[in-house]
């Protein structure tokens, strides 16, 4: 089972959007996945009470409510079945959060709007991130979403360049499209749109999709006491060599959607 965590403490970010939208392709796929929402608006929880009982399951947790009558292990247990488990965060996260929340996340995606005040937000989110939650550059589980994004403009280069010096990989950019808007309001995902409709927007999902199946980097922080040394695959790198990179290069994840890492899965498109 795969723990995605959507994070970023400033609101109107976009990720309950990019959590919808994940869990949305990953049930029209045919996995089990669980939106988990700790967001007191409850936007992940209204999005599955859409959904029609023929569309793909989508298990969701309201994270986000207390009940007294029951333990929070018990209210936040996942179900077996599940595949994948997406975290939902609310908005205004502290910092002395982020460890408790990050626990065992393999992936964690960072959505930033193109604007002065998100990129700033998001400087101190990965500064707090890699220094408060104590998770490493090199581990390949940070990754950075460029959402609502219109190229050509200033603001957009300026969040590329920001991004680069980050050295944390951006792993998609999402262009400002209204398919994202009645999706939602339907109760479904781009990918479950018709694909004459969508097609522009699934193909910027493919540098994600690619990022998010790439496994933690193993380094030594990771490797348990006395474990045995790993033995690489025919081919494969010796133990010692090079760590796999952290993600999609720059130019990829940062360019049109035709720039996708080859071999990513063609079959986003679900008509």
């Known amino acids: 089972m795969q723990r995605i965590v959507v994070l970023n403490p400033k609101g109107g970010s976009g990720k309950t959007t990019i959590a919808i939208n994940l869990a949305s392709y990953l049930a029209a796929r045919g996995d089990k996945p669980v ?14 009470k859409k959904r029609k009982p023929t569309q793909p399951l989508v298990h969701v947790i309201a994270a986000f409510e207390k009940d007294t009558r029951t333990t929070r292990a018990f209210q936040l247990r996942v179900p077996e079945y ?17 460890p408790e929340m990050t626990r065992d996340a393999d992936k964690v ?4 709007l193109a604007s002065d005040i998100d990129i700033h937000t998001c400087s101190n989110c990965i500064r707090d991130l890699l220094l408060v939650a104590k998770i490493r550059r090199d581990d390949n589980r940070i990754g950075v979403i460029a959402n609502r994004i219109r190229r050509n403009t200033l603001i957009y280069q300026s969040l590329i360049r920001f991004l680069h010096t980050l050295h944390i990989p951006i792993v998609a950019t999402i262009r400002d499209s209204q398919n994202y808007v009645r999706a939602a309001e339907l109760g479904i995902g781009v990918h479950e749109m018709k694909s004459y409709v969508a097609q ?10 690619d990022w998010l199946a790439r496994p933690r980097a193993i380094t030594p922080a990771t490797i348990p006491q006395g474990a045995p040394p790993a033995v690489p695959a025919a081919g494969g790198s010796p133990p010692g060599g ?19 890492p080859a071999g990513t899965p063609a079959a986003l498109a679900i008509a």
């Open 35 to 48: 939106l988990m929402d700790f967001d007191p608006q409850g936007s992940s929880v209204r999005w599955v």
């Open 82 to 98: 599940a595949t994948h488990v997406i975290v939902d965060t609310p908005a205004a996260l502290e910092a002395r959060y982020l």
């Open 109 to 112: 995606i960072v959505p930033v």
């Open 200 to 209: 522009a927007d699934v193909e910027q999902w493919l540098p994600l999709v």
């Open 242 to 260: 090079a760590a796999p990179p952290a993600g999609p290069a720059p130019s990829a994840a940062a360019g049109n959607a035709d720039d996708a």
